[in-house]
């Protein structure tokens, strides 16, 4: 059982480059979520998805759109890199919005020079 | 807007030492998550503390959630280098999870 993957596991960008973060849960779950890790920042909510067909943004959206594929997929995109946007990157799952235990995959380390 | 405030948040001790971790606000919350972090990984869940005032123990570690519902700690006994993470502290603010900065906790031999 995978859980949460995301690919890749290492990115270096430059400014202005655009890419997309994958990440697929295989535990049947509704709910997905986008969060960076930043050091002294903790976690932020970037964008959710509460069930497929939604998505909803979170604290920090600026910079990034997402798309719920299907039930298993959720993607983040970065359609302008900015050095701001240098951070680590992580998806979860729950089975249902709001206080479920939460799934993270490994984090995706991200550097835009 | 951070509405968890955990402290310390840096915290390095010897092996066999006790020590309390925080998590405040001024927010109540429905439930109160602690997650544990090693380098490279994502988060996992530790804990769900839900009714004010609940005690909850997992070995060595002994979890509070505060009679209001706006606090909780984490108490760790006799610690040992397996310990070694950063400890994240979360509440439900209704569509997600909200967290705290985490206390970074080194446990030495």
């Known amino acids: 059982n995978a859980g949460v993957t995301q690919t890749p596991k290492f990115q270096v960008l430059k400014t202005g480059q655009s890419m997309t973060l994958q990440c697929a849960q295989d535990?049947?779950?509704?709910?997905m979520y986008w969060y960076r890790q930043d050091p002294g920042m903790g976690l932020r909510l970037i964008y959710y998805?509460?069930?497929?067909?939604?998505?909803d943004k979170g604290e920090v959206p600026n910079g990034y759109n997402v798309s719920r594929l299907n039930k298993r997929e959720f993607s983040l995109r970065l359609e302008s890199a900015a050095p701001s946007q240098t951070s680590v990157y992580f998806c979860?799952?729950?089975?249902?919005?709001?206080?479920?235990?939460?799934?993270f995959g490994s984090g995706t380390q991200l550097s835009v020079l | 807007t951070q509405l968890l405030e955990q402290s310390p948040q840096f915290l390095s001790i010897q092996e066999g030492e006790n020590l309390t971790v925080y998590c405040n606000s001024s927010?109540?919350?429905?439930?109160l998550q602690w997650y544990r972090q090693e380098p490279g990984e994502g988060p996992v869940l530790l804990v769900t503390?839900?009714?004010?005032?609940e005690v909850k123990k997992l070995k060595r570690l002994t979890f509070q959630f505060g009679d209001a519902r706006k606090d909780s700690s984490l108490h760790i006994t006799a610690a040992q280098p397996g310990d070694t993470g950063l400890y994240l502290c979360?509440?439900?603010?209704?569509?997600?999870?909200?967290f705290g900065k985490g206390t970074s906790l080194l446990v030495t031999p």
């Open positions: 927010s109540v919350f429905s439930s």
């Open positions: 998805s509460a069930s497929e067909g939604t998505t």
């Open positions: 979860a799952s729950s089975g249902r919005q709001g206080n479920e235990k939460l799934f």
């Open positions: 503390v839900v009714t004010g005032g």
């Open positions: 535990m049947n779950h509704n709910s």
């Open positions: 979360a509440g439900a603010t209704g569509y997600a999870l909200n």
